[in-house]
């Protein structure tokens, strides 16, 4: 007879063996998994200079070398971010150029580095990006030799018009004309040449009258291609137009002459009130509460989730609790997750 003992460690052995057999090739997967790159991991160009992030004193290193400053600002797990990193810093004329007139940065915005404003105030990185009420990444920002914004890009911009703002901010253009005015003169790619009319979009133009509802008033133009993508592919859809039904809804050509009263009882147009709001990408969506206050915009290229979050983060109150936009949208990706939906952010 065999020995109790030793029958009781064969068998211990055989379920450490059955065991090994289950969960190695998990720990296999697992290992593997960390291995693929994410679809939204990407790296900074190594093109970028490093700093002490003392702004005062790069702006100053820039102008020595008759450069201008630009700090990107973004974080980690971002598509928009990465299509900025991997697509339009991966093209060599558009690599060339920057790296010959600007001095690149990079922040963190939700990073604990020191930063030291124009002011002199030492902030981290978090609290300069909340300064700077950042809502969208990647958000650009272009300083002159004095460390003035002289042209700021809330969100993602496409190649060809990466290329215009670099030129425009290069060439100096900011106290000659508008970002928009420059980029109106430049050859845009072809679009139908006129603004694509919605059903729930207001009939009136006064925005003066008291609402229950918070005003989206989307600013377009007739030859935007961007515009007409922004209907085709993402105010088509019953989702986005069930959210629209929240807010008073309206549409404004940027460059027209339509008489236009604001929510604050202005009488102006279209195009001034474009330019006062300091709009500069077709098409922009600018969010005001019932009261006329404004909430946030739409200044860049988004995809679907991302319009949808903002108007839902207007249209349910969420700002008022939750001041970050970015926590936001994490937040309503996981709900919409738990429940059940596939979300796909770059769709």
């Known amino acids: 007879m065999l020995d109790v003992p030793i029958v009781e460690a064969c ?55 008759d450069k201008r400053l630009l700090l990107y600002i973004g974080q980690d797990g971002c598509p928009y971010c990465r299509e900025l990193m991997q697509n339009n810093f991966s093209q060599k004329d558009i690599v060339d150029y920057t790296r010959r007139h600007f001095d690149a940065l990079a922040i963190n915005m939700w990073g604990d580095a020191d930063v030291t404003d124009f002011s002199g105030n030492t902030l981290t990185e978090k609290q300069f990006a909340e300064q700077l009420k950042v809502k969208y990444t990647p958000t650009l920002l272009f300083f002159n030799e004095k460390g003035d914004v002289v042209l700021r890009i809330n969100g993602y911009f496409p190649p060809h018009q990466l290329r215009a703002a670099l030129q425009y901010v290069a060439e100096t253009r900011e106290g000659k004309e508008s970002f928009r005015e420059y980029y109106a003169k430049l050859s845009p790619p072809a679009a139908s040449g006129k603004l694509t009319r919605e059903p729930f979009f207001s009939k009136t133009a006064d925005f003066s009258a008291k609402r229950t509802k918070p005003l989206a008033v989307f600013f377009e133009a007739k030859e935007c291609r961007d515009c007409d993508t922004l209907h085709k592919k993402i105010l088509s859809q019953a989702e986005t137009r069930r959210l629209l039904k929240g807010t008073q809804a309206a549409q404004l050509d940027m460059w027209s002459n339509t008489p236009v009263t604001t929510p604050s009882g202005k009488k102006t147009t279209a195009r001034e009130w474009a330019q006062e709001l300091g709009l500069v990408y077709a098409p922009s969506v600018v969010f005001f509460d019932p009261t006329g206050k404004e909430v946030m915009r739409i200044e860049a290229m988004l995809k679907t989730f991302h319009v949808q979050s903002a108007i839902d983060y207007v249209v349910s109150g969420a700002y008022l609790k939750q001041p970050n936009f970015q926590r936001y949208i994490d937040e309503r990706a996981s709900k919409l997750r738990a429940g059940g939906q596939r979300i796909d952010i770059w769709k």
């Open 11 to 65: 068998m211990r052995l055989s379920r450490f063996y059955w065991l090994a057999l289950i969960v190695s090739p998990l720990l296999f997967a697992a290992e593997e998994a960390e291995k693929r790159p994410s679809e939204t991991q990407f790296e900074i160009p190594d093109w970028f200079k490093s700093s002490f992030l003392d702004l005062r004193e790069d702006v100053e290193a820039a102008a020595k070398d």
